[in-house]
């Protein structure tokens, strides 16, 4: 194609120039990658920071309402009461773990009898959230094992796992004797077998575990739980599986999303701003290709002239311009994106003292297919501007200046 040989012949002609706006462009594409990257990086530490030690998809009874019962009596409405002393629990839950472990989605699953309780030591009484789950599989949801900093991870059937500030609250510590008041009205002695520390005053000092089977008679539920507790391979999917497991099951499925509503209107707002970041930084680039070819075309309006005098059309000179657009778009987003990558991938293994990243920042979520694209489709249009005037030149006025 002749119309691609001249575009070339005109950027190797000022390879300084042609030089500088490419590297304008990969400047702007490596800017483009690193905000991306750095957002997505972002969006992911804060999802895990908050579903580290806790489900993305909790499955629950539905709640019951009490209702008003049909009567012929207009004055006096009978109302259906419901029991607030009976637990709502799951009875069917060996057939929704089954469903479970059939979902692709789903990494682990944990079946837990949940209540609230007392733990007494002497005089100090101190209000717990008791969880009870299988020993077995006690690090499915929050890594509890890892966490032991006194004693160890193993239940039993009278063990009890509590947090570091609630044993200080209570003088307590591995091995020794704690009394369980249950909201059931059933005390039994258990032993403490080991103090974890998460970090988190909310699990430090209110959280308790138990083994289901020493739950089981504690709350009353000889067969059923109280809530299955759901991971995912993709934390982003909860809404959609929980839209599912709650057709399946007719369970209350709710996801990690909706109990941290102000963290997704956070995310949100953030993506938000990068966006504009972004847009912002290829309409520089864009911007800067428009300007370097219309100097270009002002240069050249004798070449121009000439061409056109000798029957050159005016299509041909605007595809050279477009094709000039095509090609710095092209080299410069390619040079940009590799660029890009380089730089996120040595940010990404810059560390703290403490071992933990200097930057929150995912070097594969730069989006180089898309600013790749669309910075090569931008130079084409930001070319459409100066090849058109090249296009619509009158030889003879070209010739005389």
Excluded at 7 to 22: C, D, G, M, V, W
Excluded at 354 to 374: C, K, N, Q, S, W
Aim: with cysteine; net charge neutral; proline share 4%.
């Amino acid at each position: 194609m002749f119309a691609f040989t001249v575009a070339r012949r005109y950027l190797f002609s000022n390879p300084a120039q042609t030089a500088l706006l490419i590297s304008g462009v990969a400047l702007g594409v490596m800017a483009f990658v690193f905000i991306t990257a750095l957002i997505g990086g972002l969006a992911i530490r804060l999802t895990d920071d908050v579903t580290a030690n806790s489900a993305h998809i909790t499955l629950e009874p539905e709640t019951r309402i009490a209702r008003v019962l049909p009567s012929p009596d207009a004055e006096l409405a009978p109302v259906a009461i419901i029991s607030t002393f009976q637990r709502r629990q799951i009875r069917a839950w060996t057939s929704t773990v089954s469903l479970l472990r059939s979902h692709p989605a789903v990494s682990a699953i944990s079946p837990q009898i949940s209540g609230s309780a007392f733990l007494v030591k002497g005089e100090a009484v101190s209000p717990v959230a008791v969880t009870a789950l299988d020993p077995a599989n006690i690090d499915a949801i929050s890594s509890i094992s890892t966490e032991i900093i006194s004693g160890d991870a193993s239940l039993g059937a009278d063990g009890i796992l509590i947090g570091s500030r609630l044993a200080e609250n209570l003088g307590l510590s591995a091995g020794q004797p704690v009394l369980l008041r249950t909201d059931r009205g059933i005390d039994r002695l258990l032993i403490v077998r080991g103090v974890f520390q998460t970090g988190l005053q909310s699990l430090d000092e209110r959280v308790a575990y138990l083994s289901i089977q020493a739950a089981r008679p504690l709350f009353l539920l000889p067969e059923g739980i109280t809530n299955i507790e759901v991971k995912l391979y993709d934390p982003g999917g909860a809404r959609e599986v929980a839209a599912f497991l709650h057709e399946a099951t007719g369970l209350r499925a709710t996801s990690w999303q909706q109990k941290n509503a102000s963290l997704e209107g956070a995310l949100d707002a953030q993506s938000q701003t990068g966006t504009l970041i972004q847009a912002f930084s290829l309409i520089s680039v864009l911007i800067g290709i428009a300007s370097a070819l219309s100097l270009s075309a002002n240069r050249r309006r004798g070449e121009i002239g000439i061409m056109r005098a000798f029957g050159v059309s005016g299509s041909f000179i605007a595809a050279v311009f477009v094709l000039q657009g095509l090609l710095i778009g092209m080299v410069g987003a390619g040079i940009g994106c590799a660029s890009g990558f380089a730089l996120c991938s040595w940010l990404e293994t810059l560390t703290k003292p403490d071992g933990t990243m200097a930057l929150p920042i995912a070097p594969r979520e730069g989006g180089y297919v898309a600013v790749f694209l669309l910075t090569t489709i931008g130079a084409v249009l930001a070319s459409v501007i100066p090849a058109g005037s090249a296009a619509r030149l009158d030889p003879l006025e070209a010739i005389q200046q």
